[in-house]
């Protein structure tokens, strides 16, 4: 059973760091591209950040660019989130997304999210 397992969240305040991790089961992870996506209640999931099947290229939302960094570690079946400089608006549950290259239809798994809140 496919299975991906995110860590990490938890209260920061604002300017604070966080890394989010994403554990993959049952899946060969460097087939894969990951991407992260968050929620807030009331609104669309949003992609945050994506990264290819060996890491080569990343993609970021405007709202992140030069703040967050995704990494992958294929030997462990995991993928990261480094969140720097937060901000209360990044308040969200993030979710980890991991998407078979080539033929998404056969392989597209989600895990259950981690809370991020971004407080004073």
């Known amino acids: 059973q496919v299975q991906l397992v995110e860590s990490g969240g938890g209260l920061v305040q604002p300017g604070g760091s966080l890394r989010l991790s994403c554990a993959a089961s049952s899946i060969t992870f460097s087939r894969y591209t990951v991407n992260w996506y968050r929620q807030v209640p009331g609104k669309e999931r949003e992609l945050v950040a994506g990264i290819t099947r060996t890491g080569s290229s990343t993609n970021y939302a405007d709202s992140v660019k030069g703040r967050f960094s995704i990494s992958r570690d294929n030997a462990n079946n995991t993928a990261y989130l480094q969140m720097n400089s937060l901000k209360p608006e990044d308040t969200a549950v993030y979710y980890c997304?991991?998407?078979?290259?080539?033929?998404?239809?056969?392989?597209?798994?989600w895990g259950k999210g981690t809370l991020v809140t971004v407080s004073s």
């Open positions: 997304n991991a998407r078979l290259f080539g033929n998404p239809s056969l392989g597209d798994y």
